[in-house]
């Protein structure tokens, strides 16, 4: 119970945007208080690639990138359920690296500015009441000035606060699994493959060590014609693509088991919530075949950062703080997202991905523009 430290900000979630955030605040002097109800470090279904766009800001934060010698990926490989493949330049590229070691970095970094990180803390409830939040937790009750949700694609505050995406119907848009293994494989290090299958796709790029990150998305359907089994679902879905079969079925799996997310939802979120700024993939997602998911969160975390600040140092009202940030960030990342979701139209049914990838090839400069689209400049 800490009812008698006000925070200036409390962050439910300690992901990359949490984290991110936190650095930030804490180090203009913030008293701040941040959420997880992991313990660090731990695996998340993620793809595990950064574009370049982010490595400068994350160097800002106290990273140092340069000594951990990442694979700079500069290419990508496409392919077809059919087996065609497409391959381009990146022309910014990225990273590799995963996020069990970048996050547990960026823990170490925001307790070294005095960031309160709770881990193993489950928030249940927070409510707005008199300018100040109310965070009800299963280590007690915290207050603070500011709160901001970090919390991720779908969590039980979600469900909770009852968000329009959460009571969407099934569609398809809101009903996707997420499948994530680390292997040892024989890929060039600099590329990053996307290859195809019936109503999913699967990303494999190199990390930091000897691993690589293998990381697929598909529907419900998919997982439930299988017997509900992810093995089944591999073996009867996936090895239709040579590629991924090839890949399976000639690597060493590191983790004991795959890690799992389920019902992740690409449907339009808002980016406050009762005053709450969300940020990350509470805010809004990109669909994971562009790549660009974890750099967004921590633009987001970026351009939230500068609006808390400016309300405690009383530039701006709450109600400014709330309305600039919603609009920057639609400015920023709306474009992106819409984008993403036309993309993702192209994939699923396996011949409109083959007519999709093969046409792509004919027109290079089409790809191009269209991997421009779905990215940032470095922020």
Known sequence: MDEEILYDAAIIGGGLAGLALSIQLAKKGYKIILFEKEQYPFHRVCGEYIRMESWPFLESLGLALSSFELPVINKLVVTSPNGNELTTDLDLGGFG?????????????????????????????????????????????????????SFGKRSKLDIKWKRPFISSRISKLNNYIGVKYHIKTNLPADTISLHNFEHGYCGVSKVEGDKYCLCYLTNAYNLSRNNNSIAALEKNILYQNRHLKEL???????????????????????????????????????????????SMALHSSKIAAGYVDDFLQHKISRKEMEDQYRINWQKVFAGRVKEGMRIQSFFGRKWITNLFVRT????????KKIITHTHGQPF
């Open 97 to 149: 690296i995963s996020r069990y070691f970048l996050d547990n970095e960026l823990k170490k970094i925001a307790v070294q500015n005095n960031v309160i990180v709770e881990e193993n803390c489950k928030v249940d409830d927070v409510v707005y009441k008199k300018e100040l939040f109310f965070i009800y937790t299963s280590k007690g009750v915290f207050n603070s000035k500011v709160c901001c949700g």
């Open 248 to 294: 399976f079925t000639h690597s060493e799996k590191l983790l004991d088991a795959p890690v799992t997310i389920s019902q992740i939802s690409f449907s339009a979120k808002e980016q406050v919530y009762n005053h709450i700024l969300l940020t990350g993939d509470a805010a809004g997602m990109i669909t994971p075949l562009c790549g660009n998911g974890m």
């Open 360 to 367: 792509m090839k004919m027109l290079p400069g089409v790809t």
